[in-house]
């Protein structure tokens, strides 16, 4: 291994590291004024213009908060918990492809950490680890609360687990690959994206995505009105800080999954027919995959701040009774559309 | 190849601390590490299909399950009820003769070079995929029609409750 290579990589992912934290950290802002925007309120506007301090206050605030472990809690699985979230949620974005190559001379670099082969499992195993942070830190915090939060974070993720890997086979079946960069440049162009193909794929995955971030309609677990806080009730200062952003690093990630999956990842429409030079393609092309994700996040926020709360027993009639006959369905008809295409 | 017995050495110590950890939950979390060093395993195999899917499914989906499970009953009480000196026999005779029949029928085998591959690209998706459709097709329609019949009979077992909730 030469030296360059590990600096490239080094760089690489120290860069997509500080950008995911750097999204995470405005989504937190960004939430909250969607929220006053969608409540017709004005939203945090002291710190700094615009409110654009405000996230760095609140990261100040929950690390000088102080910090409370209950007495007859698990102490070390009561720190893993927080810990754990955090983790799998960073390392999701490991093999996200943000774009082409970029030439330095001849030194080409490739804006993609690691192309392993098995791209999209790697991230849906990555995302069915995540739950494991809030039932450890549930049920180490030795509260019912905390332990009911839990135990429906796990039952959750579990049920909604079975339809996004259904959504994701039948997309399989269209793109004959796992991994993510081939899925990307076989979308080149506008009418090659895989919403067109997979258009109830893409609803299904986009539910699920819903419900494997814990975010509303889904987020039971955390449900204020029966359960106190949820699975975080007793969390207090960073470790809870830790738990709320690994949400918000998780819906980053989901929106890059959802873009690259289905809506072209760092393709652009015409991106060839400008006359631009190699690196602008790329250029901008991490740019149009930024704004895609960002149009997601926004996405998220928009359906937290519309529709209310599920009913325990409404998520779970969705998530069996309905998501998954409807993958199936759409498996067994993406099955049919190939034969006859390969028939004709 | 030091990595490779490091890495059985990580196994083996979790898979004992799965045996030894008084509170049940400490011992799925253990068996969770040693699926881990399993996926590990693989990956230094080159088996990556294997490990990923070995990740999701006893990781991400089995272990949840279990884990689950083990919150639902409150087993949380320190020093469980001992149990009989019969079941502790008849417990490690069982457990005995489990290890001489794995002994045995590892002796027929030939032993095989854990460090070095025969095939490296035999683990990728492509060719398992290939290989499972064809040379092994009839074991493969026989193991999921295994798997439906497990889950038809799971439905049969849950639907034996009476219809209230």
Known sequence: MELAFVIEKFVLITVVFVLTLLVAMYSTLAERKIAGF???????????????????????????????????SNRFLFIAGPSLAILTACIGSAVIP???????????????????????????????????????????????????????????????????GLSIIALLMVTGTLSLKEISEQQSGFVNWNIWYQPLGFLI??????????????????????????????????????????????MFVSSAVMATLYFGGYNFPFMYDLGLSENWITIIGVIMLFAKIFFFIFFFMWVRWTIPRFRYDQLMNLGWKVLIPLAIANIVLTGIVITVKDLL | MSLFYFVALLSIFFALMVIFAKNPVHSVLYLIITFFTFTIHYILLNAQFLAVVNFIVYMGAILVLFLHVLMYMNLNNE????????????????????????????????????VNLQDADLGLVKNLGKVLFSEFLLPFEVSSILLLSAMVGAVLLAKKEPKSI
């Open chain 1, 38 to 72: 969608l409540q017709d309120r004005v939203g945090p506007n002291r710190a700094g213009p615009f409110g654009i301090l405000q996230p760095l206050a609140d990261g100040a605030k929950m690390f000088f908060k102080e910090e409370i472990i209950p007495t007859e």
């Open chain 1, 98 to 164: 943000w774009g082409q190559k970029l030439t330095f001379g001849d030194y080409v670099v490739d804006l993609q950490v690691t192309d392993i082969n098995v791209g999209i499992l790697y991230i849906f195993g990555v995302v069915s680890l995540g739950v494991y942070g809030v039932m450890i830190g549930g049920w180490a915090s030795n509260n019912k609360f905390s332990l009911m939060g839990a135990i429906r974070a796990a039952s959750q993720n579990i049920s909604y687990e079975i339809p996004m």
């Open chain 1, 205 to 250: 995955f986009l539910i699920c995505a819903f419900a494997e971030t814990n975010r509303t309609p889904f987020d039971l677990p955390e449900c204020e009105t029966e359960l106190v806080g949820g699975y975080h009730t007793e969390y207090s200062s960073m470790k809870l800080g830790f738990y709320l952003f690994a949400e918000y690093i998780n």
């Open chain 2, 79 to 114: 020093g469980s009820e001992m149990k009989s000196m019969l079941m502790k026999v008849s417990g490690l005779i069982a457990g005995m003769c489990l290890l001489v029949t794995l002994v045995g029928s590892m002796k027929t085998l030939a032993v095989s070079d854990p």
